[in-house]
Nanobody, 123 residues
Framework: QVQLVESGGGLVQAGGSLRLSCATS????????MGWFRQAPGKEREFVAR????????FVVDSVKGRFTISRDSARNTVYLQMNSLKPEDSAVYYC????????????????WGKGTQVTVSP
């Protein structure tokens, strides 16, 4: 059974950095695309970034481009989200997800989800 476990969230001041990790296990995800989403209270879950285990080009949304970087370590079966220059509006629960559709950008297209990790950015 596929499991995705996020870690690395926490409380940070504006301008600071955090690196989120998503450890995967229990299945073969080598052909999947891995994504990061976030959800703030009262808001819809928002796509942030995606990456494939092999090939392809990492993709991040415009709102975080230049600040967030998605990467992977295939040997560790782990995907990362490096977040720099954090802003209070980045505060949310961040979720890791996996999709068989390598072009997926909407939550409904992702097949597996982690439980999330809280990121709070203070002014």
């Amino acid at each position: 059974q596929v499991q995705l476990v996020e870690s690395g969230g926490g409380l940070v001041q504006a301008g600071g950095s955090l690196r989120l990790s998503c450890a995967t296990s229990g299945g073969t995800l080598s052909t999947y695309t891995m994504g990061w989403f976030r959800q703030a209270p009262g808001k819809e879950r928002e796509f942030v970034a995606r990456i494939r285990w092999t090939g392809g080009i990492p993709f991040v949304v415009d709102s975080v481009k230049g600040r967030f970087t998605i990467s992977r370590d295939s040997a560790r079966n782990t995907v990362y989200l490096q977040m720099n220059s954090l802003k209070p509006e980045d505060s949310a629960v961040y979720y890791c997800a996996a999709a068989a559709d390598v072009w997926a950008v909407t939550a409904s297209r992702f097949d597996y989800w982690g439980k999330g990790t809280q990121v709070t950015v203070s002014p």
